[in-house]
């Protein structure tokens, strides 16, 4: 919980102070890291970064705190963190939203317990299963067929789950999804703690929730026991610096302390952590108002693509279950159309300067953060206005494309044939593809679209997975997470 010997006030940064009066102090370094506060940099790297930066490329000196037993700076600066983002008590992660989940998972779950989550868990939480040992129960997302898209869990998913395995430990959501709609949180949360157990939300993409009405609720605001946030994703952190945040009695917080310690490098990086400070005192101090310049500038965008004839923009408007709220910043079009496929139109965008931040089959999906600038969005505007002026011939039908959107996913939460750690540890062989049904599968295998997990380490691969998965690829789709990305091969438990 907030620490009552700290009382700063959110203009403070003390993190950042504390490291520029360690910058000042010029001694005479004989500790790491081995640059020697720039001295020994390479000159390349220092015309591109500058030599300031390698002056404060400090370690857990005295003055600066320690990130596994904070007592001075880095403390202060979480305490002031919780007060912001709405947390009894928040940790700074110098190695991304990916320890935060892993850590949340170890302090939650015993080698063996149960834990519900969706199909389109980032691949933070099977690398969690396999660290834990705990046993997956995939639900299924919501998902809406006419844009191709995984939503959020709905709570009548949950709530099967839980009655059909009453012994899970801990339910683990997606909140925001990566193209930001925004499942039944609260109701989530209520059905969670009705069987008296916490609610982890991957929040890596909705640490500006806490900041703005216009914002769909913040996933502590409505009940989450764990939300980690990708601070750098969405506000102005350096990338990898991320934030975990707690509150209420069901977290063992010194077993997660502990989990956190193995988790993170044990030479966190005081340039990612003075992001965090800053980043923190940013929204705090003038979150709102920055929130407001943002919302206008993706509103902007998205009424003029919607009038460019052969486009469709996604509405911030839910049509379907397990969504609530869409996260009006995430910008997603449609390019179907024009005859083109979303991978075509991102290079041809990037080739004019554009550039997008995750492209599928039909769509394209951009982030509009408090980075951005008008200009930014004239240049996002033009450039779709000439791609639809070309209009491609088609190479994919608008009919194919949208014929691929249905998954082979179970419907009914489910259980593995093995447990992904026990898959991880097992030993295993690769096979042609044709050779694979029925076996077990030793890795993760992702399509993009639509971002949901086909088969997971310890699944066993079936005909109609094999199937969906190669007319993903035939269409043009991206298949990731094996070690062969055609798929002409996989890797499966040796039998």
């Known amino acids: 919980m907030n620490d009552c010997r700290f009382a700063f006030s959110q203009t403070t940064t003390p993190l950042i102070d504390a490291l520029r009066v360690a910058v000042e102090l010029h001694c005479a370094a004989f500790h790491t890291p081995g640059h020697k506060r720039g001295q020994g940099a390479p000159e390349n790297l220092k015309l591109l970064l500058g030599a300031r930066v390698f002056e404060a490329d400090l370690p857990e000196l005295p003055e600066l705190d320690n990130l596994f037993a904070p007592e001075g700076a880095i403390l202060q600066a979480q305490v002031l963190a919780a007060a912001a983002f709405g947390a009894e008590q928040t940790w700074f992660l110098a190695n991304g939203t990916t320890c935060g989940i892993e850590a949340a998972v170890l302090a939650i779950c015993n080698p063996g317990d149960k834990l519900i989550l969706p199909r389109n868990a980032h691949q933070s939480a099977i690398a969690a299963l396999i660290l834990s040992g705990a046993v997956p129960v995939f639900v299924e997302p919501a998902y809406d067929l006419s844009w191709g898209i995984a939503q959020g869990l709905t709570a009548a998913a949950v709530a099967i789950a839980l009655e059909q395995h009453p012994d899970a430990k801990a339910v683990m959501m997606v909140y925001p999804t990566y193209y930001g709609a925004c499942g039944e949180i609260e109701a989530i949360a209520q059905i969670s703690h009705q069987h008296h157990i916490p609610l982890l939300v991957d929040e890596a993409h909705g640490a500006h929730f806490a900041f703005h009405p216009h914002l769909p609720i913040s996933a502590l605001a409505a009940g989450a026991d764990i939300a980690v946030q990708s601070t750098h994703k969405v506000l102005a952190a350096l990338t990898q610096a991320s934030m975990l945040h707690v509150q209420g009695s069901r977290i063992d917080r010194q077993r997660l302390s502990k989990a956190l310690q193995m988790v993170q490098s044990t030479s966190p990086s005081y340039l990612l952590l003075a992001s965090l400070d800053a980043a923190r005192q940013q929204m705090a101090t003038q979150g709102q108002a920055l929130m407001s310049q943002t919302l206008e500038l993706a509103d902007g965008a998205r009424t003029q693509i919607g009038q460019i004839p052969g486009l469709s923009v996604l509405q911030t408007a839910c049509s379907t279950a397990g969504c609530v709220a869409f996260d009006p910043t995430r910008l997603t079009v449609d390019v179907s159309q024009i005859g083109i496929t979303g991978f075509e ?135 990731t997470g094996c070690a062969d990305r055609h798929l002409r091969t996989l890797n499966v438990i040796e039998a």
């Open 345 to 479: 139109a991102d290079e041809i965008l990037h080739q004019m300067g554009v550039t997008a931040e995750l492209p599928g089959l039909q769509h394209l999906m951009f982030m509009v953060t408090l980075g951005n600038t008008e200009r930014d969005i004239e240049r996002l505007v033009k450039g779709f206005k000439t791609l639809a002026a070309r209009s491609l011939d088609k190479s994919v039908g608008q009919g194919d494309i949208k014929r691929l959107f249905s998954p082979i996913l179970p419907i009914a939460p489910t259980l593995p044939a093995l447990t992904p750690r026990a898959a991880f540890f097992a030993k295993s062989e690769t096979l042609p593809i044709e050779q694979t049904p029925n076996r077990i599968s030793a890795e993760l295998v992702c399509p993009y679209p639509p971002g949901i997990p086909v088969l997971f380490p310890g699944e066993v691969v079936t005909e109609g997975a094999i199937a969906y998965l190669q007319q993903v690829i035939a269409a043009g789709g991206v298949v």
